[in-house]
């Protein structure tokens, strides 16, 4: 059974900074990795992606604060979150790639492993 198991959230004023990371259970570095994100009565959101090759995608609101990051050799996905905002505001998931459970897609990659998520909130 895969698990993600994220860590890192809280609460933050307007232009501090988080680090979120998500702890994986099995190997992902051939898969697409990526974290999402919900805000209540909103659909989950792609924020940022790393492919198997390492290169990244970002949603144009945190590209250029925002900053994904594996390590393969110890199944770890990490996002460093700076210059927060208020509208980054939400529970963020770590998602792996899986196209046959897949339920969300972001950046060409399709999720389908979830994390539980973790709560970041950002007071202005």
């Known amino acids: 059974q895969v698990q993600l198991v994220e860590s890192g959230g809280g609460s933050v004023q307007a232009g501090g900074s988080l680090r979120l990371s998500c702890a994986a259970s099995?190997?992902?570095?051939?898969?697409?990795m990526g974290w999402f994100r919900q805000v209540l009565g909103k659909e989950r959101e792609g924020v940022a992606i790393?492919?198997?090759?390492?290169?990244?995608t970002y949603a144009d609101s945190v590209q250029g604060r925002f900053t994904i990051s594996k390590d393969n050799a110890k199944n770890t996905l990490s996002l460093r979150m700076n210059s927060l905002k208020p509208d980054d505001t939400g529970v963020y998931y770590c998602?792996?790639?899986?196209?046959?459970?897949?339920?969300?897609?972001?950046?060409?990659?399709?999720?389908?492993?979830w994390g539980q998520g973790t709560q970041v909130t950002v007071s202005s």
């Open positions: 998602a792996a790639e899986s196209w046959a459970y897949g339920t969300s897609s972001f950046a060409g990659c399709r999720f389908g492993y």
């Open positions: 099995r190997d992902f570095g051939n898969y697409c």
């Open positions: 790393i492919d198997s090759d390492g290169s990244t």
